[in-house]
């Protein structure tokens, strides 16, 4: 396997090598032909024959390999990527002695074209900046906006009910106004050293010259077949067959081209107005909905929030704070489990205790959590003696079901229960630079291939369907998630920060994966500070948790050697893909050291 994905990194290398020359048609066909058999082959080593039936509005984001790579130190610098293209940019800005702010938007927008499942600038994200210089922990929302006319009613049908979430995804009802390009030139102009403009070379010469389709956007596309796409978009990923473009081919993106270009000259700007953002409106605007005009396009702005720290263990644990729900949350669950004693390695008893606190804390999150510029989220949720009253909930003998939510301390009104439902799409980019500086910016445009409607060479976002599509409970009480004008979706992405007793930088982590995000955090952080695992180890650690619902333990990732013993405890097990794309980097005194999710296709690479 590891031979197998070497060759991969070795073909989408070349795809930018070969590009231009005279031979690029027979490499190409030649690519095209070695791609099948390798990918019909990385799907029998790989053992993932269920991934095709796994490519469902349940797991559109499904695994693409089990292997694992070890833990490699380097001294100075890091960047850990979804893609060895987006993470090799990065290193490039880095070398060129630019910050992790401007390596990270180095490799966003190589993202955007080499896994445009995932993130772009169609979409949204947050960022944690920690300024080496000023010793300060900066944490940036640059989440999509729902259009400023839309309603609570915007995902009921007629007669009240709710639309299906398949109805509503590829649809204008589910695009919110990107945030992401605002968001990364707003800290660029504070923090970056790198001309702004220079930041979009690798991603400008890589969609005109082309790279490597890789096996996992070939299976995802695969998956999800012509027909689930616009015009732009299946002309793009599908050839005039209608067959995904194939493991391998030199694909180019001129359209994206062009419009980084544009963005690389006007900045954000470029979005919104002029031609581009006139196909915005029109590739996201449905009959009879409230959708992208262009006053919303122009009013976005994205916005720095006060960083969620909690302590544990003797670390400090920084997040992200609302609208995403992934600081508090991660931090309730690790308040919950710190008087509990984890053990030094994974255990059924350790995970029965987690999983408890996750109830508790999901339970919370899925009442109070939302955009506090437009509820009122209770600090209280974090209070110590809150947790301490809440944690004496956990029975170390069984399970307690399901989880109610509390009653925090500073409540002021009771929200209705949300009945959202986030999928498994982003990418998360951890970065370190030479200065000291720390970028870890999770991105996204929500499930696989966001709205599936592609403009100028992006897919649009389809963000909205974060929102509860219900706007009150079934008691009649509005739920804190409810769809209103303006407002951000919550949010489960949890980009993360770790500082030591001493205030110094720990780790760097975050992963993809919907609402199970949180659930990956906290393993990683578990396993790395309790197990004393290496990054490596923590991220290809099988996955294990709950929203609340059933016990999760990840299919085929050796999980099931503690199903027994929770089962005895109470737990109903369930077993599905848990696709994280968990990338961590830890500063250890011997250098940095990089983990990456082995269920995905990144990279860490680092001087
Ligand atoms: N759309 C994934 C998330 O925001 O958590």
Redesign the pocket.
Known sequence: MIAYITLLKVIANKGTILSGTSILHHTRRLLIVAGTVMLTAFLLSANIHPVHAQLSRAAPEAPTGQATRPAAPVRSQMVVAAHPLAARAARQMLRDGGTAIDAAIAAQMVLNLVEPQSSGIGGGGFLLYWDAFQQQLLTVDGRETAPAEAGPDRFLNDDGTPIRWPDAVGTGRSIGVPGIVPMLEAVHGEFGRIEWGELFAPAIDLASNGFGVSPRLNLLLTGMGPDAFNEDARNYFFDNTGEARALGEVLKNPALARTLKQIATSGHRALRSGPIAKNIIAAASEPGVATITLNDLRAYESIQRRPVCVPYRSYSICGMGPP?S?GMTVGAILGLLEASDLGDQPNAAAIHMIIEAEKLSYADRNRYMADSDFVDVPAGLLDPDYLEERAQMIDPAQTMGRAEPGTPPDLETTPGTDASD??P??SHISIIDQFGNAASLTT?I??AFGSRRMVSGFLLNN?LT?FSFRPVDEGGRPVANRVEGGKR?R???SPTMVFDADGNLWAVLGSPG??R?ILYVVKALVAMIDWNMDPQAASALGTFGSRNGPAELEHGADMDRFASELEALGHEIARPSMTSGLHIIRVTPDGLLGGVDPRREGAAIGD
């Open positions: 995403s992934g986030e999928n799409g982003t996204t929500e499930s963000e974060d979706p949010s489960s992405m919907g609402s995000i």
